[in-house]
């Protein structure tokens, strides 16, 4: 569950060179706006529902592996602690719980949207 893989950090990278131009503006010094437009044009784009589609699958391998341990614990494997069960059993509750307010998040977002006049 590699948290590396769903972030982006040249879009990191470019928030930061637009953040520094800024500044460099506001003090009265111009910033060259080639770094600044190299910096936007250096991230890639990122496909929400490749990044959607990442998370549930992660969700999904945590309950999975979660299930695991709790089957191989009460089959009486000595490799597997009840501590370790319940551990992987919160994350996995957690994960979801989180994927659940995402959706509802979403859900909400979604409906805002749709009753908005044009």
Same mark, same amino acid.
């Given at each position: 569950?590699?948290? /590396?893989?769903?972030?982006?950090? @040249?879009?990191?990278? =470019?928030?930061?060179?637009?953040?520094?131009?800024?500044?460099?503006?506001?003090?009265?010094?111009?910033?060259?706006?080639?770094?600044?437009?190299?910096?936007? #044009? =250096?991230?890639?784009?990122?496909?929400?529902?490749?990044?959607?589609?990442?998370?549930? /699958?992660?969700?999904? /391998?945590?309950?999975?592996? =979660?299930? #695991?341990? @709790?089957?191989?614990?009460?089959?009486? &494997? /000595?490799?597997?602690?009840?501590?370790?069960?319940?551990?992987?059993?919160?994350?996995? @509750?957690? @994960?979801?719980?989180?994927? *659940?307010?995402?959706?509802?998040?979403?859900?909400?977002?979604?409906? &805002? *949207?749709?009753?908005?006049?044009?």
């Amino acid at each position: 569950m590699a948290v /590396d893989s769903v972030i982006d950090t @040249s879009k990191i990278e =470019a928030m930061v060179a637009q953040l520094k131009a800024a500044a460099a503006r506001a003090q009265g010094a111009v910033a060259p706006v080639e770094s600044v437009v190299k910096a936007e #044009k =250096a991230a890639p784009r990122v496909d929400f529902s490749e990044v959607l589609k990442g998370a549930i /699958d992660q969700v999904n /391998d945590s309950q999975q592996q =979660a299930a #695991k341990m @709790s089957q191989a614990f009460a089959l009486g &494997d /000595d490799n597997v602690n009840l501590s370790d069960v319940m551990i992987a059993s919160q994350k996995a @509750s957690i @994960s979801f719980q989180t994927s *659940i307010q995402v959706r509802n998040k979403l859900v909400s977002a979604y409906r &805002d *949207i749709m009753t908005m006049q044009v």
